[in-house]
């Protein structure tokens, strides 16, 4: 299983930017998904989380700026980021709860995409 993170780049004070993350892999199932983020070498904040049936928790940061969702049948997950500042500058990776036949269920995380929010 491999999730590809993706959608990250340079963006204004102010403005929004929309990630994504697709799973792939011969047979799998997926369970809760989140995104997490992570400045420098400081430890991987969670930013969203969404479980199957779509119930979402965020991080106290977000304050309703972001929006996760989850495209099953895509095997996608998304971040919606608006009214980006500066402060939200980091590497952004997407997380998932999968089940595989010959691991059971496993975290994995994608390879991270980053988020530069300029001043």
């Known amino acids: 299983?491999?999730?590809?993170?993706?959608?990250?780049?340079?963006?204004?004070?102010?403005g929004s930017l929309t990630l994504s993350c697709v799973?792939?892999?011969?047979e799998f199932s997926t369970t809760a998904m989140a995104w997490y983020r992570q400045?420098?070498?400081?430890?991987?904040?969670l930013v969203a989380s969404?479980?199957?049936?779509?119930?979402?928790?965020y991080g106290d940061f977000v304050k309703g700026?972001?929006?996760?969702?989850?495209?099953?049948?895509k095997n996608t997950l998304y971040l919606q980021m608006s009214a980006l500042t500066p402060e939200d500058t980091a590497v952004y990776?997407?997380?998932?709860?999968?089940?595989?036949?010959?691991?059971?269920?496993?975290?994995?995380?994608?390879?991270g995409t980053l988020v530069t929010v300029s001043s």
């Open 1 to 14: 299983v491999q999730l590809q993170a993706s959608g990250g780049g340079l963006v204004r004070n102010g």
């Open 50 to 57: 969404i479980t199957r049936d779509g119930r979402t928790t």
């Open 93 to 111: 990776y997407c997380n998932g709860n999968i089940w595989t036949p010959n691991s059971g269920n496993n975290a994995y995380w994608g390879q």
């Open 39 to 45: 400045v420098s070498t400081h430890v991987r904040d």
């Open 23 to 26: 799973t792939s892999g011969s």
């Open 65 to 73: 700026r972001f929006t996760i969702s989850r495209d099953v049948a």
